[in-house]
T-cell receptor
Framework: DTAVSQTPKYLVTQMGNDKSIKCEQNLGHDTMYWYKQDSKKFLKIMFSYNNKELIINETVPNRFSPKSPDKAHLNLHINSLELGDSAVYFCASSPRTGEGGYTFGSGTRLTVV | QKEVEQNSGPLSVPEGAIASLNCTYSDRGSQSFFWYRQYSGKSPELIMF????GDKEDGRFTAQLNKASQYVSLLIRDSQPSDSATYLC?????????FGTGTRLQVFP
């Protein structure tokens, strides 16, 4: 009965590969987000979707492509992975846009070697 | 200037003491403010939010907001070793939460 679940939890891959991270929430929330947490623990928003519609795209390289097939799912596909993409990626959701009480998933630690 | 600033710490307090965590923000139009706690290797979890100037209490936690000074703080009374974590201040602005870099709190027995 996990509220926001992400898979995989760990991802180790070589430079140049393409990988995907999946996120699902069972809270009935309308809005979902992807955040990146770097090695200094700084959490920065990447994307947000409201009921499958892209709301925020924060100057993220176009190698990153989010996809929301329905309002309960938000996946992140990354092409041509680079060393600098190594980070923890968190999915989050909120009842609707305009509310800051987010529920976060457990995170995906991506290591690019 | 960063949008949300926090002292990275660590802030070390003895068990039973009051821990005081501070945060400043740059956008004067910000309306809602949040504190998240993040244990090492875990995801952030919401502990408090505050919208109005003044104090808001929830158990051992008190959030304080001063919009004129663009300042938010979190007080933790009767600190316990289990409170040892990174505390993230976040400001809601233009459809997104903007986080500070967090303050690491260490509570020693």
């Amino acid at each position: 009965d996990t509220a926001v679940s992400q898979t995989p939890k760990y991802l180790v891959t070589q430079m140049g590969n393409d990988k995907s991270i999946k996120c699902e929430q069972n809270l009935g929330h309308d809005t979902m987000y992807w955040y990146k947490q770097d090695s200094k623990k700084f959490l920065k928003i990447m994307f947000s979707y409201n009921n499958k519609e892209l709301i925020i795209n924060e100057t993220v390289p176009n190698r990153f492509s989010p996809k929301s097939p329905d309002k309960a799912h938000l996946n992140l596909h990354i092409n041509s992975l680079e060393l600098g993409d190594s980070a923890v990626y968190f999915c989050a959701s909120s009842p609707r846009t305009g509310e800051g009480g987010y529920t976060f998933g457990s995170g995906t630690r991506l290591t690019v070697v | 200037q960063k949008e949300v600033e926090q002292n990275s710490g660590p802030l070390s307090v003895p068990e039973g003491a009051i821990a005081s965590l501070n945060c400043t923000y740059s956008d004067r139009g910000s309306q809602s403010f949040f504190w998240y706690r993040q244990y090492s290797g875990k995801s952030p979890e919401l502990i408090m939010f505050i919208y109005s100037n003044g104090d808001k209490e929830d158990g051992r936690f008190t959030a304080q907001l001063n919009k004129a000074s663009q300042y938010v703080s979190l007080l933790i009374r009767d600190s316990q070793p289990s409170d040892s974590a990174t505390y993230l201040c976040a400001v809601y602005n233009t459809d997104k939460l903007i986080f500070g870099t967090g303050t690491r709190l260490q509570v020693f027995p």
